[in-house]
């Protein structure tokens, strides 16, 4: 009987022992701190959902972002307390999602989690790392996150970050003054994604290193910003995770005034954070914005901007552009302007027989453009001198087209009177050739577009918005401008990281949605850029975009003629449906579109200028029926018919 207890008894050990042993492999992540490098070990676990009923084509992050705001480590001890180790699980109550912690080993310094995780759009995961310090020390916590990211350390919240518009994957976005224990530092982070790239990137720097870096920067992190959003200006103030770590508990006095008034008013915001000003609120004409921020040991760091709230002053369109907005060519003759980005030098003359007649270029390549046939949008870049040189210098060259002055001033945050400054500075340079602005952002079109000859609008909306988006934009930019300007669509040949080109039918039902709200002008970005290279990596693409390009130039006498042409509705009103008669020397024309992704429409048309038996289809081989002014037609997802009524 004891013999048999005894063997129980050693079993029992055995199989405790067993346990012990499996337990003991399950290890948490650790590493030696070292500064300036990388941390690539980590535990991981993740994805778990952000947002139930998001769509990604209008994605923005905030309160829908559930996920985000959900503790779904608190199973096992919560978010700031838990130390996981590998294999432990986290269930979500009520559902079959179920994740396990688990050791991952970077190569690189971005560990990029879209290349870890499925599904990798519109989650979170979490990332954990045990720190070793060989002593307790003040350093910089360095962290990148695509999109939003919350930080623990030793139990303490210590940041978060979660951007509306989300942002890239890059290192040293965030500058976090930390201390460190000596020994064992518990660092958790949160990511949230909404769709591309997702990841994280995290290092250590040295503090007081890092903060005489920034103070040798200070002109370039200080700086306030003043953005004209329809009704609104939004005020900021820094580099949100530069300037503060000067102090970060300290937050920044904001105040406006003008000579009339004296302090129209004044606010206290963190650094970096933006809020917004009611311009109603705001005397008419110049005003002056002042930013006040006091360091730990810098002083005072001041920064200042001047601001022209109302309608800034156009001077007359330069002579190139004509009446109805269209370029002059060097003939004389009106031309409708189509170009693009990334044009290599050695494919201009390809680029020449595809159907583009410009190019956007630098100055040294002036000569190889006007070799191939080509016009130039010239980019200068500089101070308001040095831009106002280059124009002069340059401005009888006979490739050149356009001045490009800024690109994307409204979401890079520029100064509006720098712009402004530019803006006339071209024409006092140059009152020949026009002046090119491109505005992403359409509540700068009333403001920003103000300061360029061109309004050119760039939406890209594959697959970061909705299609429709662009003939909304081209239209908006028609009325914000009255009429004063030509009105360019810059259309999307890349696709973001991660993410796909457009389609052959997406591309083409684009441009004709700039076209059918008045562009006149046409670009695309890009031809060559962004990772790719569009007719070697996407060659059924280049063979529809070269027939595209052909079907414009034989149409655009229509394109060119004045006015946006006169809306036609359907019988049924069905509002999927954009059409509208264009008239020109080239004969009457009723364009039309079907805005819906998914649903074909049969149309029915009706118009008293619609005369004959039949209508010839444009490009389609193919005729239609009229009966005393109307007839019919399918329209699949997306699809554009252009019929010749006269």
């Not at 890059?170 to 909404?194: A, C, F, H, S, T």
Request: aromatic share 10%.
């Amino acid at each position: 009987m004891k013999t048999k207890t005894m063997k129980i008894f050693q079993l029992l050990i055995i199989i405790a022992l067993v346990t012990l042993s499996f337990i003991s492999c399950r290890q948490t992540s650790k590493v030696e701190l070292k500064k300036n490098e990388f941390i690539k070990d980590w535990l991981l676990i993740g994805p778990f959902p952000n947002c139930d009923d998001c769509d990604l084509s209008d994605f923005m992050h905030g309160d829908k972002c559930k996920g985000f705001a959900t503790d779904f480590l608190l199973p096992i001890g919560g978010e700031a307390n838990v130390i996981p180790t590998e294999g432990v699980s986290v269930k979500i109550p009520d559902t079959d999602i179920e994740r396990q912690w688990y050791h991952y080993q970077g190569k690189e310094d971005k560990i990029l989690l879209n290349d870890i995780m499925t599904p990798n759009d519109l989650v979170v995961a979490y990332a954990f790392n045990q720190i070793i310090s060989p002593e307790e020390q003040k350093i910089i916590l360095s962290i990148g996150s695509n999109d939003g990211a919350k930080v623990w350390l030793n139990g303490k919240k210590i940041h978060e970050v979660h951007p509306r518009t989300g942002r890239w994957l890059q290192k040293d976005d965030d500058y976090i003054p930390v201390i460190l224990n000596k020994g064992l530092n518990n660092l958790m982070l949160k990511i949230d994604e909404g769709s591309g790239n997702f990841g994280l990137v995290v290092r250590f720097l040295d503090y007081d290193s890092t903060l005489n870096v920034i103070r040798k920067n200070i002109d370039k992190y200080k700086q306030i910003t003043l953005v004209p959003n329809e009704d609104t200006l939004l005020v900021r103030f820094g580099e949100a995770y530069r300037i503060s770590a000067l102090n970060p508990q300290s937050k920044v006095k904001i105040s406006m005034m003008d000579k009339n008034n004296g302090l129209i008013m004044s606010r206290e915001v963190n650094p970096g954070e933006e809020f917004p000003v009611l311009l109603s609120k705001l005397p008419k004409g110049f005003f002056t914005a002042k930013a006040e921020f006091q360091t730990l040991d810098d002083g005072l760091i001041v920064s200042e901007m001047k601001y022209f709230n109302g309608k800034l002053k156009r001077h007359p369109l330069p002579k190139m552009i004509a009446k109805d907005l269209l370029p002059k060519g060097d003939d004389g003759k009106l031309y409708f302007p189509i170009g693009t980005y990334g044009a290599p030098v050695e494919d201009y003359k390809k680029l020449k027989e595809a159907g583009y007649n410009f190019v956007v270029a630098s100055m040294k390549d002036l000569d190889k453009v006007q070799q191939a046939g080509l016009k130039a949008a010239v980019s200068v870049h500089g101070t308001v001198e040095e831009v106002g040189k280059l124009i002069s210098e340059n401005k009888d060259h006979p490739a050149v087209l356009c001045w490009m002055l800024y690109d994307e001033p409204a979401y890079n945050h520029a100064d509006l009177l720098y712009i402004y400054e530019l803006y006339q500075t071209a024409y006092k340079s140059d009152p020949t050739h026009p002046s090119y602005m491109v505005v992403t952002t359409s509540q700068g079109y009333k403001t920003y577009g103000r300061c360029g000859d061109i309004l050119s609008v760039d939406t890209y909306p594959i697959a970061n918005g909705t299609i429709e988006s662009v003939g909304k934009a081209v239209a908006k930019a028609n009325r914000d401008s009255d009429g004063d300007q030509p009105i360019w669509h810059c259309g999307q040949l890349f696709k973001w990281p991660t993410q796909r080109m457009p389609t052959s039918q997406e591309h083409r039902f684009m441009t004709y949605s700039g076209l059918l709200e008045g562009a006149k002008g046409l670009l695309w970005y890009t031809y060559k850029g962004y990772g790719q290279y569009l007719p070697q990596d996407y060659p059924e693409l280049w063979e529809a975009h070269v027939s595209l390009l052909k079907e414009i130039n034989e149409l655009a006498p229509v394109f060119m003629a004045k006015g946006i042409g006169k809306l036609v509705q359907t019988v049924d009103k069905n509002e999927n449906i954009r059409a509208i008669i264009k008239k020109s020397k080239a004969g009457d024309y009723l364009i039309a579109s079907n805005l819906s992704r998914d649903e074909t429409i049969t149309a029915e048309f009706f118009d008293k200028s619609i005369k004959g038996k039949v209508l010839n289809v444009y490009g389609e081989d193919r005729t239609i029926e009229i009966k005393k002014g109307r007839f019919k037609d399918q329209f699949k997802p997306l699809d554009v018919h252009i019929y010749k009524i006269k």
